[in-house]
């Protein structure tokens, strides 16, 4: 029986649904809306540093900007197509990876995308945040990190229609803020005298297609999240298109902006107060907020569908608030992960961090990919429902499998920060970091070669 509310876009109410399929009365939205809902969260200071560690990492600006071009398009379009799941399942999309991992196998990448998004990301953002706060106001960096950790918690517990709002009018303030910043920034970059193709290190440039690849896809499990109360009947191409340029346009432009800012422009001190070191005090001040009000445009969606994941994990707790109070101890976790981060060095942490996160997402993409071409024209449905029994043995042991063995072989770069943590130091090469192209690539052949061999279906 259909469920209707009478305002199932009200953003007001805490929302109770948690990975069971939308009703079609509780659908609502429109596939545009989802341009702001990708653009608002990478309109944030994280997204900047990017495009510094990649010219941290041994490149010019211009081969910098082509680098993280070319990472964030990888990423925006397996997000776009994921994304165009969501209306027609009405699920989150670490339910949608059951049919491919089956229910128990699936448990590996849920709770994986639990501790990078609702604990890793959650930090790392939460930092950047807190930063901003603190050059704004002077208040000590852990009373900074505690209010952007309660906003951020109200807002994700609140729910998905108070999400939606909020990206789409913090969008319309930040996009204005970092246009102005990046004409500026653009017009006072030492550009002049750089040639594309001077000095090309083919590591270098791995290294910063790797962290822009491993930022902007790490919002792909959470894709379906954010478009299955769409009604069912919208448009699969709108809701790739919206969600993927969305994704794409704003951590390309704000990337790009990195890689000029740290081409000599700005100076020392917090990350935060360095990058707008360049900027009129007036517009420091108004890009300060921005930061701020950027970093919890990402930490709602990290916070809300990590839990998102933890629960289709099939962690149980037997009443229907649960992902209200999921979202809480995940902030308690993470923020208490926060207070850590900013004591520590933030440029290390949070390169080993994206490139860390490459590593798992590009098997798991792959292989859903794979299992979605295999699958056509299947009802999934039965595989993907709460009660389904449903097994694949073959996706949780490449996704294993792969994993491990691209980071054994490939996971060693340049920087020192690998020698640092005494950890991925393994006999692969030495100059750059192609783990995650290794891990994807042999994920999606060895998925079809055996779901081939076994008859799956």
Known sequence: MTTINPNPA????????????????????????????????????????IGALAVFAGLNVWQAILAVALGNALAAVTHGWFSSW???????????????????????????????????????????????????????????????????????????????????????????????????????????GVEVGTDFKWGAFSVGVALAYGYTQGWTPFAADFTRYLPANSSPRAVGLAAGLGNFSATTLLMAVGAIAWTGVVGDGLPTSAFVAVLPQWLAVLTLIGIAVGSVSANVLNIYSGTMSFIA????????????????????????????????????????????????????????????????????????????????????????????????????????????????TGPGPDNGDWTALAGGLSAAVLYYVLFKLTNKK
């Open 10 to 49: 009200s953003a007001g109410a805490i929302e109770t649904n948690d990975i069971q399929p939308i009703p079609s009365g509780e659908r609502h939205g429109k596939p545009w809306h989802l341009f702001t809902v990708w653009s608002s969260p990478n309109l944030e200071f994280a997204t900047v540093f």
């Open 86 to 192: 969501g209306p027609k399942y009405g699920v989150p999309q670490m339910v949608l990876s059951r049919t491919a991992f089956g229910r128990l196998g699936n448990i590996i990448p849920a709770a994986t995308s639990t501790l990078v998004a609702g604990i890793g990301w959650f930090a790392v953002n939460t930092t950047s945040g807190a930063f901003a706060l603190t050059s704004l106001t002077n208040l000590p960096v852990s009373v900074s990190v505690t209010i952007i950790i309660v906003v951020q918690v109200v807002a994700a517990f609140i729910g998905h229609n108070f999400i939606q709002k909020f990206e789409r009018y913090a969008f319309f303030y930040l996009a204005a803020v970092f246009a102005v910043v990046s004409v500026i920034v653009i017009s006072q970059g030492k550009l002049a």
């Open 313 to 424: 994990a099939g962690v149980k707790f037997g009443f229907k608030t649960r992902r209200a109070i999921m979202v809480v101890l995940a902030g308690v976790i993470g923020g208490g992960l926060s207070y850590l981060a900013v004591e520590d060095n933030f440029k290390q942490l949070f390169e080993l961090f994206l490139l860390t996160v490459g590593y798992w997402l590009a098997p798991w993409v792959a292989i859903l990919v794979v299992d979605k071409i295999l699958r056509k024209g299947q009802d999934i449905r039965p595989l993907i429902a709460e009660n389904s029994k449903h097994e694949n043995w073959i996706g949780p042991v490449v996704f294993v499998v792969t994993v491990a063995a691209s980071i054994y072989l490939f996971a060693k770069t340049e920087m020192p920060k690998a020698q640092f943590y005494g950890i991925f």
